[in-house]
Structures are given as C-alpha cells and as structure tokens.
C-alpha cells in the first residue's frame, strides 16, 4: 500500500483538493481544518519560516495534508524546549477513509524524514487535545513523549531525534 502514498511539497495548484479533504467526523477542538492548515502553510511562506506543508497522495488523490515546520517560541512551550530550534507539527489531516491503514505513520515519518534532509535535525513539538486518545496513542507509538505541559486543552508531545548507532 505504502509504494502508493506519495508526499508533495504543496502549492497553491493543490489547494482546493486539501481543502476537499474529508474530516468531518474528527471535531475542530481536535485537529485543525484543512482551511487552518493552509493559512498556517501560507503564514510560514510569508514570514520565511523553514519547514514544509505536504499533501499527502493515493493513486493521485489527495487524501491528507501535514504541516512540518519550525516552531516559532510560544510562552507555553514546555521548559525544556525554550532557547531549543525546534520543529512543530502544525497540523496533519488524513482523510476518514484513509485512516487506520499504516498511511498516517508512513506520511509522518516521511515528512520528519524530508525536513531533517531539507533543514536538519532537530527535536518535534505537538499538541493533542486532552481528549484526543486515538491521536495521543498514535504519536506515542512513533516516538513522542507525552509531556505535563499544556496549551489550552492540548498536551505538548514531544520527540527527540534519534541517536546514531
């Protein structure tokens, strides 16, 4: 299935098929909309931010969207992340019936993957909504931390890069 997921860097040509993007039995509180994603994607273009938006492809539909970029400091950033560069996974939405496939981990994975290729290696911030327990099993699965630190109702999540062998 994965040989058939493919990551683009996205451009305005893509737009409206991530804005077509079905989510809607995921509630806002939850994960940002497409609409949201894309005004992030275009906020970093603007102000020269490093990082990348990817749509997310199968057999040439757009199914999902991920927002990797570089985390500009907010005053509820965890403490051990301040004075830190650092990437923050802005927003990734898949397509409902794409879900619980593998294609999420693939994408996410290849995302970290490219932007530590493109703009090297550094730790990843998130937040997940306190309520959110399918999102929160999922980030533990690929290596995030589950951190005390809160921001409005989201938990901060956080992930090291691994150390060489």
Same mark, same amino acid.
């Given at each position: 299935?994965?040989?058939?997921?493919?990551?683009?860097?996205?451009?305005?040509?893509?737009?409206?098929?991530?804005?077509?993007?079905?989510?809607?039995?995921?509630?806002?509180?939850?994960?940002?909309?497409?609409?949201?994603?894309?005004?992030?994607?275009?906020?970093?273009?603007?102000?020269?931010?490093?990082?990348?938006?990817?749509?997310?492809?199968?057999?040439?539909?757009?199914i999902?969207?991920?927002?990797?970029?570089?985390?500009?400091?907010?005053?509820?950033?965890?403490?051990e /992340?301040? #004075?830190?560069?650092? *990437?923050? +996974?802005?927003?990734f939405?898949?397509? $409902?019936?794409?879900?619980?496939k593998?294609?999420?981990?693939?994408?996410?994975?290849?995302?970290?993957?490219?932007?530590?290729?493109?703009?090297?290696v550094?730790?990843?911030?998130?937040?997940?909504?306190r309520?959110?327990?399918?999102?929160?099993?999922?980030?533990?699965?690929?290596?995030?931390?589950?951190?005390?630190? /809160?921001? #409005?109702?989201?938990? *901060?999540? +956080?992930?090291?890069?691994?150390?060489? $062998?």
């Amino acid at each position: 299935m994965h040989e058939r997921i493919i990551l683009r860097i996205l451009d305005e040509s893509q737009e409206e098929a991530v804005r077509a993007i079905r989510r809607e039995d995921v509630i806002e509180d939850f994960v940002d909309t497409a609409e949201t994603i894309l005004e992030l994607h275009h906020y970093g273009k603007e102000h020269g931010c490093l990082g990348h938006t990817f749509a997310i492809y199968a057999d040439g539909i757009c199914i999902g969207v991920l927002l990797l970029g570089e985390a500009i400091p907010w005053e509820t950033d965890p403490p051990e /992340m301040q #004075g830190m560069p650092f *990437y923050r +996974l802005m927003g990734f939405v898949l397509d $409902k019936t794409y879900r619980g496939k593998g294609i999420g981990a693939y994408a996410l994975e290849e995302a970290i993957q490219w932007c530590y290729r493109d703009f090297g290696v550094r730790p990843i911030a998130l937040g997940v909504h306190r309520d959110n327990h399918r999102a929160e099993a999922f980030y533990l699965r690929h290596g995030f931390r589950k951190t005390e630190a /809160m921001e #409005g109702n989201d938990y *901060y999540f +956080l992930r090291y890069p691994q150390k060489e $062998k």
